[in-house]
């Protein structure tokens, strides 16, 4: 059986490790990284994930739930807003916990390493890391969105959304009252949207934008303090105020980020290297939803493996197709309802059952 290394140990390379190690093959699991570690990320877990987790035997511990989640509040630019809710309840988590737990589950030790190149030949990869070298005979690339490593594999560049989000200190009974349990989406940024995640005792509130020139962390500033975000979080908020100086009080933490919106590029393999997560696009677009791509592209990068050995090349698209993690390049999803303020509210009324 092939020797598996394994870059990046966010949500999907440790989905990977766990899929590997279960069928006792050895694997060489690589990040930059110490664990536990932040990801700029709104840590919403729809109850697909919950499910694929309970699936594998594993199910997501209580205590990394934060809140449970009931489904979405859609906010359109005129203010008209739209309820989804689950089937059965979702949850929102820390990044830090959450990825901490995968790679627990994962029963793999964690080589902290930067990969700065990849070389592939007859016998197998080289990884040439800052600290040492490493072999292996089929690699794994899952560094995330900004990873150099995916042009390894491909030259295409994807479409990325800036994003820019304040986690902020907030009384469980205020975030109750004025959010719920429900992940907040405003549709009233071009190119893209802002939102608002409940947890136990915080708030994440962010930003995200496709739009050329997009200022995230300005844009934010200003939706917080005026607009429906601003009516949520503190309907009381002299518009006047210093906001930055009045920020220091609640903000537990600040972070940025990019997001692919273009969906995965047209080649995901080389002949030993398999692209899954952020690394490989599987977001999906408009959204940013990618949890539960990076979870799901990671299982099936390792079960292709399993299944194929060094051959996995052959077959990785075609599995990926049968997992409906594909169709995620035909999503018109970012056009459809962010391009224009009138998309936006066209998409958000019928969802609201209003013509």
């Not at 309820?83 to 929102?92: E, I």
């Not at 592209?297 to 079960?303: C, E, L, P, R």
Request: net charge negative; with cysteine; glycine share 10%.
């Amino acid at each position: 059986m092939p020797t598996v290394a394994i870059i990046g140990a966010g949500p999907s390379g440790t989905s990977a490790a766990y899929q590997l190690a279960q069928a006792s093959l050895e694997v060489l699991l690589i990040d930059t990284k110490t664990f536990p570690r932040n990801k700029a990320c709104a840590g919403v877990l729809p109850p697909r994930v919950l499910l694929d987790l309970e699936v594998e035997g594993l199910p997501l511990p209580k205590d990394l739930v934060q809140r449970e989640l009931e489904g979405y509040a859609l906010v359109a630019p005129s203010g008209r807003m739209a309820l989804s809710d689950f089937a059965c309840p979702g949850a929102v988590v820390k990044r830090s916990e959450l990825d901490n737990w995968l790679l627990q589950r994962a029963g793999v030790g964690l080589v902290q390493d930067t990969i700065d190149g990849i070389l592939e030949d007859e016998d197998g990869v080289t990884l040439t890391g800052r600290k040492d070298q490493y072999f292996a005979d089929m690699v794994i690339i899952a560094t995330g969105a900004a990873s150099r490593l995916g042009r390894h594999i491909h030259q295409e560049r994807p479409l990325m959304a800036l994003t820019h989000q304040f986690e902020l200190k907030m009384d469980t009974s205020e975030i109750k009252k004025r959010v719920g349990n429900r992940f907040w989406a405003f549709y009233i940024v071009n190119g893209g949207h802002a939102w608002i995640s409940p947890l136990r005792d915080s708030l994440k509130v962010g930003i995200g934008s496709v739009a050329p020139g997009f200022d995230a962390r300005k844009e934010l500033m200003h939706l917080i303090k005026s607009g429906p975000i601003a009516d949520l979080l503190n309907p009381e908020l002299d518009p006047e105020l210093d906001l930055e100086h009045d920020l220091e009080h609640d903000l537990i933490q600040e972070e940025a980020g990019l997001i692919p919106m273009s969906g995965p590029p047209q080649k995901l393999s080389t002949s030993r290297c398999l692209l899954a997560g952020d690394a490989g696009g599987f977001v999906f677009p408009g959204t940013g939803e990618g949890l539960f791509y990076a979870l799901r592209s990671g299982k099936v990068a390792a079960q292709c493996i399993k299944d194929h050995g060094t051959q996995a090349h052959l077959q990785y698209q075609s599995m990926l197709t049968s997992a409906g993690l594909l169709s995620l390049r035909d999503v018109d999803h970012l056009k459809r309802t962010m391009a224009t303020p009138e998309a936006s509210e066209r998409y958000v009324s019928s969802l609201a059952g209003i013509k």
